[in-house]
T-cell receptor
């Protein structure tokens, strides 16, 4: 059971480049989400999805796009990278959105540097 | 809106000392509460959770009790080990993702 898989683990981009961070889960969880982790800021929610075809914005959505075509995959797209997007990105999934106490399963993260 | 406040540290303790990391929250409705742990270079692992008032979550010697009257979820451990050194995050969820505190860096010295 792989859980939540994120690729790549590390990435360096130049300002203005685009890229997609991949996230896949094999637990049949309906709920998936993306967070960024910055020093002294904790983790902040970027976008989330409650099921295939449904996405919504979190606390810090600007500069990021998402889509959810399947239950398993929830990619995060940076259309024009900026140095302010240098961060560690985590994908997480949950069967019950945290309400039933199952919690969220996190991937191992993608460390992104924008130069 | 939702918010979580926790002591940021670093918190430095000697092995076998008693640990308390304070966490208080503000939320609408009745959120679920969580403690996550992050070891260096790794992702977040769920440490324990509680879904309603007076619930006690426990795991690996750590405990936390959901106190609605004081809106708190303090993390405790009776005797810490060097291997407990990590960053600990308090978080809540009311259905639209997790809201995290800023994290507490715990350092246990032998």
């Amino acid at each position: 059971n792989a859980g939540v898989t994120q690729t790549p683990k590390f990435q360096v981009l130049k300002t203005g480049q685009s890229m997609t961070l991949q996230c896949a889960q094999d637990m049949n969880h309906e709920y998936m989400s993306w967070y960024r982790q910055d020093p002294g800021m904790g983790l902040r929610l970027i976008h989330y999805s409650v099921g295939a075809g449904i996405t919504d914005q979190g606390e810090v959505p600007n500069g990021y796009n998402v889509s959810r075509s399947t239950t398993e995959d929830f990619p995060l797209r940076l259309l024009s990278a900026a140095p302010s997007q240098t961060s560690v990105y985590f994908c997480a999934s949950s069967p019950d959105r945290g309400r039933g106490g199952y919690g969220y399963t996190f991937g191992s993260g993608t460390r992104l540097t924008v130069v | 809106g939702n918010s979580v406040t926790q002591m940021e540290g670093p918190v430095t303790l000697s092995e076998e000392a008693f640990l308390t990391i304070n966490c208080t929250y503000t939320a609408t409705g009745y959120p679920s509460l969580f403690w996550y742990v992050q070891y260096p270079g790794e992702g977040l692992q769920l440490l324990l959770k509680a879904t309603k008032a007076d619930d006690k979550g426990s795991n690996k010697g750590f405990e936390a009790t959901y106190r609605k009257e004081t809106t708190s979820f303090h993390l405790e451990k009776g005797s810490v080990q060097v291997s407990d050194s990590a960053v600990y995050f308090c978080a809540l969820s009311n259905g639209d993702g997790l809201t995290f505190g800023k994290g507490t860096h715990l350092i246990i010295q032998p």
